[in-house]
Each structure stands twice: as C-alpha cells, then as structure tokens.
T-cell receptor, first 116, second 115 residues
Framework: GNSVTQMEGPVTLSEEAFLTINCTYTATGYPSLFWYVQYPGEGLQLLLKATKADDKGSNKGFEATYRKETTSFHLEKGSVQVSDSAVYFC???????????????FGQGTRLTINP | NAGVTQTPKFQVLKTGQSMTLQCAQDMNHEYMSWYRQDPGMGLRLIHY???????DQGEVPNGYNVSRSTTEDFPLRLLSAAPSQTSVYFCASSYSLGLAEETQYFGPGTRLLVL
C-alpha cells in the first residue's frame, strides 16, 4: 500500500541553522509529493510540491527534490528563522487517473522549533 | 474569499451523543474531504466528495456519515460519539476532481473531545 515515513521529532534548532527533515515513501505508480506546514492554531497549508521524478519544489527558502530512486522527498532550508517554527507534514497523492480523487496519505508530522 | 471555514472550533461531547461538524468553502471547489489528525499519526482521510450528490469513503470512515447537497457545504456527522473519535478534524477542498497533483486547501480545524 501507500505510506509516508517522516523523520522523528521534535526538532530544535538555532536561528540561521541548516534544516533537513527526512521523508521517504512507499507507493505504486507515480505519486505526487507534497510538504504541508501547520502553524500553531491553524490548519495545514501547502508549502511546496513535486509531481514527477527529479522535480524540485521550492517556496519561502524551502526546497525538496522528488527522488524516485531513493523514494525520498527530504525538506531542506539553508537558514531557518524563528517564524519557521511549526509542524511539517510530508504527504503523497497516488496517481488515480483523470477522474481520480486525491487521497492524500500523510506522514506523522515533525514539530520544528527554532530558538533565537 | 473566506476560503474553507469550519464550525465549531471546539466541542465536548458525551459518549453516545450525536453532532455535526460544519464545513463550507467559497472557492467553488468541486472536491472536498474530511481528515482526522491524531498524535503521532498524521492526518487520515475519513470521507471525500467529488461533487454535489457524490461521496465516498476514505481510510477511516466508520462512525461517520457525510452528505453533499451543495457545492459549498460538506458536513460531517457523528451518529453516536465514542472516546476513540476524540481528535482534531480538518476539512479540505481543491479546484478540480482532486487530481493527484492538485493543492488542497485546509480549514482551521475542529477540536473534538468525547468523554
């Protein structure tokens, strides 16, 4: 079946540190991959996505590359800020054809805290 | 646009009570879905809808009912609440029929406690 495994949290870093949050997946076919972010007290919002192998998604200084050979989609940022403190979710959407319905499969989430 | 709205924000129920979680979107999205979020488990799909009058089950549908009479609204009903349904519930929507690459837009969530 389809599944997503994320790096265990919580993760605590100092401001301006380099961030990596690991994400690996299991899926049949060619899924789309996503990173969603949840700020305290809010719903999830899309951070970035990639829809095919070797695509790189990027937004707000975050990047992730769709690696089919290692079934990974690791999230990276070169210099984190206090405002990046949130919970980050890796997710996949299995390919379901033109008339398919998106059934996101989420990882367990990684809580990130950035200290000034 | 208000986006995706959910009510209530927080609810306490006793075991066996029923209630409806409301979800509405003003973006004319065809696809809507409900997820529950539990500690250490990420979000899991409960039910989804690809348009008015069309619904289907997700990964964890037991104990929940849905209907979609309009494009805008997608309520989630708990017929007889159980402590295992204590969770945070998120509603989401997207533009098309939920193609794999589509971005889903999430509401702020409803926190439910069943005693």
């Amino acid at each position: 079946g389809n599944s997503v495994t994320q790096m265990e949290g919580p993760v605590t870093l100092s401001e301006e540190a380099f961030l990596t949050i690991n994400c690996t997946y299991t899926a049949t076919g060619y899924p789309s991959l996503f990173w969603y972010v949840q700020y305290p007290g809010e719903g999830l919002q899309l951070l970035l996505k990639a829809t095919k192998a070797d695509d790189k998604g990027s937004n707000k200084g975050f990047e992730a590359t769709y690696r089919k050979e290692t079934t990974s989609f690791h999230l990276e940022k070169g210099s984190v800020q206090v405002s990046d403190s949130a919970v980050y979710f890796c997710a996949l959407s299995p390919f379901a054809g033109i008339q398919g319905a998106q059934k996101l499969v989420f990882g367990q989430g990684t809580r990130l805290t950035i200290n000034p | 646009n208000a986006g995706v709205t959910q009510t209530p924000k927080f609810q306490v129920l006793k075991t066996g009570q029923s209630m409806t979680l409301q979800c509405a979107q003003d973006m004319n999205h065809e696809y809507m879905s409900w997820y529950r979020q539990d500690p250490g488990m990420g979000l899991r799909l409960i039910h989804y809808s690809v348009g008015a009058g069309i619904t289907d089950q997700g990964e964890v549908p037991n104990g929940y009912n849905v209907s979609r009479s309009t494009t805008e609204d997608f309520p989630l009903r708990l017929l007889s609440a159980a402590p295992s349904q204590t969770s945070v519930y998120f509603c989401a929507s997207s533009y098309s029929l939920g193609l794999a690459e589509e971005t889903q837009y999430f509401g702020p969530g409803t926190r439910l406690l069943v005693l």
